[in-house]
């Protein structure tokens, strides 16, 4: 059964990743054509530069962004503010993009750092805040979407990519350990918050990108929160809810390492093991996983893995539902994003899954849901890299307690 | 009226005044302030998207939500737009959205190309304009809920202070104590990046949407022998940004607007010299390096400012 397999040892070298980053946005700039990107959102500032996003909240993020210049055909990308100590860039004064003074400043250091190509260059950029609309930054350059751009250098990761993944997965996973023996009758979801954050610090994990999800599951849809989509309602703010035996709660969390983000889910049962039918639910979950692991191949479509992972679930899908949360998917990619491609399952419809493929480098989570309205239901998260052959897990091995795997 | 209406309706009224016909939110603080809904937190930076539209005229809101927990109840069921990956969707919603097709003006609080290219397929001749500024200027002073709400969050954020300078021992697990303690308190989500550096130690929260939020050395001196002692005290309606240069002590110091989070006035040596401040606001306002640092969050009054974090955490 190729569940709960430990992943392999993968070693970070940080001169590689930057390198190998590096090379590949020159490359792919080449290719769209761009004389110059001007990056703003925090995942790219780092992709670009290794100047690593902050765990904090988005005012704080944006207020006094660090701001990533890339000129095709430079050895070195400038960065604009952050802290350029240790990284390989050619360090400029901060900008504060978010007040106009602030967007004024980035606008005369972009004049001074683009040259002739603020003057009709092709110029890609991810974000403008009003302030840099209003004073006019980049006007009289040809400015398109750096999306399309981004989005084809995550796509497939690195070696040391999936380094940084594999350490925020194991990392991430050894705190929800100790949270998971913090979680007795009577607790606060804020007491196992503040165990998770801490243990995360002590993991050197500095950067908690969502606020930890301890959701207790009502046992029928009917009885939990209306939804657009008829169906489950997952992940939702709680508040601070006190654990009582028996409940049924699903965890999720996510935070970075090197920039690179984790995905924890796993099921668990408060004060007592699970029940019969909520044992019956993790094992057709596990039906699911299997199902999907052996349908992930490079050059598999997205649809036959969703094919394979619906289909491990059918008998028990009277109405033909496929085996996840219908708002979400089968599978998520995750990288310097949280959630990015490759997504399998989702409203994008069949004949996106049927045109996509799986490429090496791609890295999968994979996360089904089981729900039998009145039992409840499982659900967990597991993430797999596609490689030549295969697939091999990042940060695997986590256990399913208090579930049991059948032997 | 509850606070979160108070609040829609003075960002009604200042998009009323800038002419914006509707509005495409897509910064969560924004979204916060007009609607009350409680969305799961995420850290960082966000691309522009549009979670949140508001007719100005009718203020009928649509929100990007699949659920309703943690909606307010003025927001109804058929009025979420669930979680979306399809672009097309994004695009039939704004299209469908009542008011969108003969908007005239429509404001966005951030953009990119890509949400230009869309948004010019649905209103081809309406204007889009950066709104951000109109409702950060809305959100500038602060309602008595509102100062409740930020001195509560100071409160959490102190927990994490006095917790970290009571721990004996290295910055990294005195950090680690500060971040639980500010958990165990009521908030699992830090406003800016705690500060555990030696005898500087430096928390803030963002609890039910509001920031709180302090910063103490170790042994500190008296309130009145703080590194920013004279700039709170300079902190009075009317005062300027120039005006806080002058009472500025030598070395770091930042006076800016804190309430669903980082605000606006931004005023330090190189920025804000000629904000004007007005009774109401709430500032976060620190000074000083190495052996003396101290920040606290402070209520603008017709007095003397009030400081709304706790004097001894």
């Known amino acids: 059964m190729p569940i709960a397999r430990a992943a392999p040892e993968l070693e970070l070298d940080v001169e590689r990743l930057r390198r190998d980053r590096y090379a590949k946005l020159q490359f792919q700039m080449a290719v769209d054509g761009f004389d110059a990107l001007v990056l703003l959102h925090a995942p790219h500032v780092a992709y670009a530069t290794d100047c690593l996003p902050k765990g904090v909240d988005a005012t704080h993020a944006s207020a006094n962004r660090p701001v990533a210049v890339v000129l095709a055909d430079q050895p070195q990308p400038c960065l604009l503010g952050g802290d350029p100590e240790g990284l390989d860039v050619d360090p400029h004064p901060a900008v504060w993009p978010d007040i106009d003074e602030g967007a004024a400043d980035l606008g005369a250091q972009l004049e001074a750092i683009l040259g002739q190509h603020a003057r009709g260059g092709r110029v890609g950029i991810d974000l403008m805040t009003g302030a840099m609309r209003r004073t006019g930054v980049l006007s009289a350059a040809e400015i398109t979407d750096a999306a399309n751009t981004m989005g084809a250098v995550k796509l497939r990761k690195t070696v040391d990519e999936l380094a940084c993944i594999h350490q925020a997965q194991a990392r991430t996973s050894r705190a929800m350990a100790s949270v998971q023996e913090a979680l007795v009758p009577g607790v606060r979801r804020s007491e196992l918050a503040a165990v998770f954050l801490r243990r995360l610090r002590e993991e050197g994990i500095d950067a908690n990108m969502i606020d930890v999800i301890f959701q207790p599951m009502a046992r029928r849809m009917a009885d939990g929160p209306r939804t657009t989509t008829g169906h489950l309602a997952f992940p939702t703010w709680s508040g601070d809810p006190v654990y009582a035996e028996g409940d049924l709660i699903w965890v999720d969390a996510g935070s970075d390492y090197h920039g690179y983000a984790s995905d924890f889910g796993r099921t668990w049962t408060v004060g007592r093991p699970p029940t019969g039918a909520e044992q019956r639910c993790f094992e057709r979950w596990l039906a699911v996983m299997d199902a999907s692991y052996e349908a992930i191949a490079p050059g598999a479509s997205f649809a036959e893995v969703c094919a394979a992972a619906t289909a491990a679930d059918a008998a028990h899908q009277p109405d033909g539902e496929r085996p996840w949360m219908p708002h979400f998917y089968l599978v998520h990619g995750v990288g310097i994003e949280s959630a990015e491609m490759p997504f399998l399952g989702t409203d994008n419809g069949p004949d996106f899954d049927a045109a996509n493929t799986l490429e090496p480098g791609m890295v999968m989570v994979l996360e089904p849901a089981i729900w039998e309205d009145g039992t409840g239901g499982y659900r967990a998260e597991e993430i797999v890299a596609v490689t030549e052959n295969g697939w091999i897990p990042l940060g695997g091995g986590h256990p399913y307690d208090p579930f049991e795997v059948p032997r | ?313």
Not at chain 2, 272 to 288: K, P
């Open chain 2, 1 to 313: 009226m509850s606070l979160h209406l108070q609040r829609r309706t003075r960002a009604v009224e200042a998009l009323a005044a800038a002419g914006i016909d509707m509005l495409v939110a897509g910064r969560q603080d924004h979204i916060n302030y007009i609607t009350g809904a409680h969305q799961l937190w995420t850290a960082g930076t966000r691309p522009f998207g549009p979670v949140c539209t508001l007719n100005v005229a009718t203020g009928e809101i649509f929100l990007l939500s699949t659920w309703d927990e943690g909606v307010p109840d003025d927001i109804d069921i058929d009025h979420l737009h669930g979680i979306t990956w399809n672009g097309a969707i994004i695009y039939q919603r704004l299209a469908a959205n009542p008011g969108m097709a003969t908007a005239q003006r429509v404001g966005v609080d951030a953009w990119s190309p890509g949400m230009a290219g869309l948004l010019s397929a649905v209103v081809p001749n309406a204007d889009v304009v950066p709104v951000d500024d109109v409702l950060l200027q809305a959100r500038r002073t602060k309602m008595p809920s509102e100062v409740d709400a930020i001195r509560a969050a100071c409160a959490v954020a102190a927990e994490a202070v006095a917790a970290a300078l009571a721990h004996s021992g290295t910055d990294a697990q005195r950090l680690a104590a500060g971040v639980e303690a500010m958990a165990q308190a009521g908030s699992s989500t830090p406003a800016a990046e705690p500060r555990v550096e030696g005898n500087i130690v430096d928390f803030s929260c963002i609890r039910s949407h509001y920031e709180g939020g302090l910063g103490r050395t170790a042994n500190a001196a008296s309130p009145a022998a703080r590194p920013h002692a004279a700039l709170i005290a300079a902190c009075v309606p009317g005062a300027t940004g120039q005006d806080l240069r002058r009472a500025a002590p030598d070395g770091e110091w930042l006076v800016r607007g804190s309430g669903m989070g980082f605000e606006p006035p931004v005023i330090n040596a190189r920025y804000g010299a000629s904000e004007v401040l007005e009774e109401h606001m709430v500032l976060s306002v620190s000074a000083g390096t190495g052996e003396e640092y101290a920040r606290d969050t402070v209520l603008v009054t017709e007095s003397t400012p009030e400081i709304l974090s706790p004097e001894e955490p």
